[in-house]
């Protein structure tokens, strides 16, 4: 029995992102159901480097119910009602001097990839490409729950990689014809605009202007905030990508107070989500939380209702995600025959 060796390339070949985002809705659903087991994110800090290590394990079981729950069935596998579980381990860093000094990326993902019956392990797989697709596939659950049902436009603070995800996954969920593009940056945000023109009707704009589209993401590592309520519309619907460490803000606190919040992790997004700030200064209270995202997927909480106004998807990155990513990867790559097949393991040894 061989191991699958799958690398960046062959990652983003078999993620399919309309597989991939119902994979993230039912593994949020499985959450919600208490069918995944998720230690918390442990770290191992080395400040002789400037850097860290983060251990991301988890283990989920959809169901049969859970995988046919799903309010995007035209995009599902014919065989995900029969259900499923899976479990991996990512193995991430943090090491801010690496793009000056070795001329390496900051992050650098590994996932493992096992299977819950035996342990053996079925791939390794990049997980940094893995990490980047399923931040957007959450922001697509979290748009499909909350943003209005005839959204068209897109406005993005930031136009970093993970900007080009947040527009793969979103437009599969909703209908977008035109993206409306903010960052500092004047090349980026050009090389954006190239990327995607044959496809949407795609402009640089102010915050404000990317703000009173029908969906915003942002996605920026700031810690002073940079979106105001002035800068969204009436019924906006905001993914906020950016703050995956303490002290990190991108939504003023006014806006958060005014806005119905929904997390992704009640504790990953107290200690270093978009909400992490104003909560720990008493500014936001678990009061001004009205959900977690696999509450509105399971049905126990309403997403958008007709009074709905400003929505707020607050996202830190779960574990259950990377190993729903890597189950939708390793499937794939199994049938087309991608990446290297090797024998990690000795199966002659009892």
Same mark, same amino acid.
């Given at each position: 029995?061989?191991?699958?060796?799958?690398?960046?390339?062959?990652? =983003?070949?078999?993620?399919?992102?309309?597989?991939?985002?119902?994979?993230?809705?039912?593994?949020?659903?499985?959450?919600?159901?208490?069918?995944?087991?998720?230690?918390?994110?442990?770290? +191992?800090?080395?400040?002789?480097?400037?850097? =860290?290590?983060?251990?991301?394990?988890?283990?989920?079981?959809?169901?049969?119910?859970?995988?046919?729950?799903?309010?995007?069935?035209?995009?599902?596998?014919?065989?995900?009602?029969?259900?499923?579980?899976?479990?991996?381990?990512?193995?991430?860093?943090?090491?801010?001097?690496?793009?000056?000094?070795?001329?390496?990326?900051?992050?650098?993902?590994?996932?493992?990839?096992?299977?819950?019956?035996?342990?053996?392990?079925?791939?390794?797989?990049?997980?940094?490409?893995?990490?980047?697709?399923?931040?957007?596939?959450?922001?697509?659950?979290?748009? =499909?729950?909350?943003?209005?049902?005839?959204?068209?436009?897109?406005?993005?603070?930031?136009?970093?990689?993970?900007?080009?995800?947040?527009?793969?996954?979103?437009?599969? +969920?909703?209908?977008?014809?035109? !993206?409306?593009?903010?960052?500092?940056?004047?090349?980026?945000?050009?090389?954006?605009?190239?990327?995607?023109?044959?496809?949407?009707?795609?402009?640089?704009?102010?915050?404000?202007?990317?703000?009173?589209?029908?969906?915003?993401?942002?996605?920026?590592?700031?810690?002073?905030?940079?979106?105001?309520?002035?800068?969204?519309?009436?019924?906006?619907?905001?993914?906020?990508?950016?703050?995956?460490?303490?002290?990190?803000?991108?939504?003023?606190?006014?806006?958060?107070?005014?806005?119905?919040?929904? +997390?992704?992790?009640?504790?990953?997004?107290?200690?270093?989500?978009?909400?992490?700030?104003?909560?720990?200064?008493?500014?936001?209270?678990?009061?001004?939380?009205?959900?977690?995202?696999?509450?509105?997927? !399971?049905?126990?909480?309403?997403?958008?209702?007709?009074?709905?106004?400003?929505? !707020?998807?607050?996202?830190?990155?779960?574990?259950?995600?990377?190993?729903?990513?890597?189950?939708?990867?390793?499937?794939?790559?199994?049938?087309?025959?991608?990446?290297?097949?090797?024998?990690?393991?000795?199966?002659?040894?009892?």
């Amino acid at each position: 029995m061989n191991t699958i060796l799958l690398d960046s390339d062959d990652v =983003d070949e078999n993620i399919r992102m309309g597989a991939l985002i119902d994979a993230v809705e039912q593994a949020f659903g499985a959450f919600e159901r208490g069918d995944t087991q998720m230690p918390a994110k442990s770290y +191992i800090d080395l400040p002789q480097y400037n850097g =860290d290590f983060r251990s991301m394990p988890a283990y989920l079981n959809v169901r049969g119910s859970d995988a046919s729950s799903s309010q995007s069935g035209s995009r599902r596998d014919a065989d995900a009602a029969d259900g499923w579980d899976a479990a991996g381990l990512k193995w991430v860093n943090v090491h801010p001097d690496n793009p000056t000094d070795h001329d390496l990326p900051t992050v650098l993902g590994t996932m493992i990839y096992s299977d819950p019956e035996t342990a053996f392990p079925l791939a390794i797989m990049d997980g940094t490409t893995l990490t980047m697709k399923r931040t957007g596939a959450a922001a697509a659950v979290a748009t =499909d729950h909350l943003a209005v049902s005839d959204a068209t436009s897109l406005g993005l603070v930031g136009a970093g990689v993970q900007s080009y995800t947040q527009l793969d996954a979103i437009s599969e +969920i909703r209908p977008i014809e035109e !993206v409306v593009v903010s960052d500092l940056d004047e090349e980026r945000v050009q090389r954006f605009i190239d990327a995607y023109d044959d496809e949407f009707t795609v402009r640089a704009g102010s915050i404000s202007e990317a703000g009173h589209c029908d969906v915003l993401s942002t996605v920026t590592p700031v810690r002073d905030p940079v979106v105001t309520p002035e800068d969204v519309g009436e019924h906006t619907h905001i993914n906020a990508i950016g703050a995956d460490a303490e002290g990190k803000h991108e939504l003023a606190d006014e806006l958060l107070q005014a806005a119905t919040v929904v +997390i992704d992790d009640h504790e990953q997004c107290t200690h270093s989500g978009e909400i992490n700030v104003p909560y720990t200064d008493g500014t936001l209270t678990d009061a001004d939380i009205h959900a977690e995202l696999g509450e509105l997927v !399971v049905g126990t909480t309403d997403g958008r209702t007709a009074e709905t106004d400003v929505t !707020v998807f607050d996202s830190t990155g779960l574990a259950i995600q990377d190993v729903a990513a890597a189950h939708v990867v390793y499937e794939n790559a199994s049938e087309s025959d991608s990446g290297s097949r090797f024998g990690l393991i000795d199966t002659d040894v009892q």
